[in-house]
């Protein structure tokens, strides 16, 4: 195992239908201990920890979401070759081989939707025993960890529509609680300057891990969905930077928030398919944060228009193919320089991370 995740890498290795994963664990002299769990479920663990962090990262929770799924295997190959000292402890998971070997985004169920004990709830399918093994990582993870000083869990993601901006956050739901400043100069550092906060509990993998283990925890979205070898991985060099910086640095560093780079959203309502005759009015490729203004029909439920108002606000996640009941779309608002200062508050130069 050892050495076909050496010289083949993490991919190809789960690529391969003829290798079995196996459960193993070597070590990588004078760096770390790697142990193979579950197929895609691989612990480091530091010799020299300096318990800062407890990291975990995710990558293809949706399998066809190729360039995260890349910058974890480069990651992981400079650990293996003795090339990236690791001072802290992470779990990498890659969500869903099944669906990644398969080119899907999904095998029946959205996994990103079956956390939170959410995969108990539903008629068991492949992604429902995987959330299962996920959250039990998760969990086992944290729980040896108790020593560090926090705990961050990045789940990397690719979207499947272009984007006003390419590359955006969702901050999970804090229950009330302060948003962090220090990570949102964070963030910003690894070129994430859109950030949507959330504003209702969901079954996401990041809330699961914000609200189940207290951790900094963020669905990242870094461009859009693309075969393997097709990536720009050089539009995510700074995300890798700072999966590296923080998996091998001793200490954190500091960050300041530049305000003048936010570009904030709250959700200002949920559009949700009423009725089975629904209709979306705009095309079906709509980038995600288009604006609509006052007055725009953005949508047409049963034939009753769905008109913005108090505008603008910003379209994401469209989708008109779901069930009765379920979200068709999010609207969102941008935040103003007030609002953003308002959250910033004191820490606006203390960032640190
Ligand atoms: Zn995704």
Redesign the pocket.
């Known amino acids: 195992m050892q050495s076909q995740l050496t010289e083949l890498g993490l991919i190809a290795s789960l690529l391969r239908l003829d290798a079995s994963w196996e459960q193993c664990s070597f070590e990588i002299p004078g760096s770390c201990i790697v142990q193979c769990l579950d197929e895609g479920c691989i612990e480091i663990t530091a010799m020299q920890n300096s318990k800062q962090r407890a990291l975990v990262y995710s990558a293809g929770?949706?399998g066809n979401?190729t360039a995260p799924i890349e910058l974890l295997d480069q990651l992981l190959s400079l650990v293996l070759r003795g090339e990236l000292i690791p001072h802290q402890n992470l779990l990498l998971l890659i969500g869903n081989p099944e669906a990644m070997r398969l080119g899907c985004?999904e095998l029946g169920t959205n996994l990103?939707r079956l956390f939170c004990g959410a995969h108990k709830r539903l008629d068991v399918d492949g992604e429902h025993v995987r959330a299962q093994i996920l959250e039990r990582h998760v969990a086992d993870f944290y729980t040896s960890n108790t020593g560090s000083v926090e705990r961050i869990h990045l789940d990397l993601?690719?979207?499947i529509r272009d984007s006003k901006f390419a590359k955006f956050v969702v901050y999970p739901f804090t229950h009330g609680e302060a948003l962090d400043a220090n990570s949102l100069a964070w963030l910003q550092a690894c070129e994430l300057d859109c950030v949507l906060f959330s504003n209702t509990p969901t079954t996401t993998f990041s809330y699961h891990s914000a609200r189940t283990h207290g951790a900094r925890a963020f669905?990242i979205?870094l461009g859009k969905v693309n075969d393997f070898g097709e990536n720009d991985l050089t539009s995510m060099s700074a995300m890798f930077e700072q999966l590296k910086y923080l998996l091998s640095a001793e200490t954190s560093q500091q960050h300041s928030l530049v305000l003048e780079r936010c570009h904030w959203f709250e959700v200002s309502e949920t559009l949700v398919k009423a009725q089975a005759q629904f209709e979306l009015c705009f095309s079906v490729d709509l980038a995600n944060f288009t604006q609509f203004e006052n007055g725009d029909v953005i949508a047409l439920q049963a034939d009753e228009p769905v008109i913005i108002s108090d505008g603008p606000k910003a379209v994401i996640f469209p989708n008109a193919n779901v069930a009765v009941g379920q979200r068709a779309a999010l609207l969102v608002k941008k935040m103003d320089s007030e609002k953003i200062r308002l959250i910033a508050g004191d820490q606006l130069k203390l960032g640190k991370f």
């Open positions: 929770v949706h979401e985004r990103n993601h690719t979207a669905t979205e």
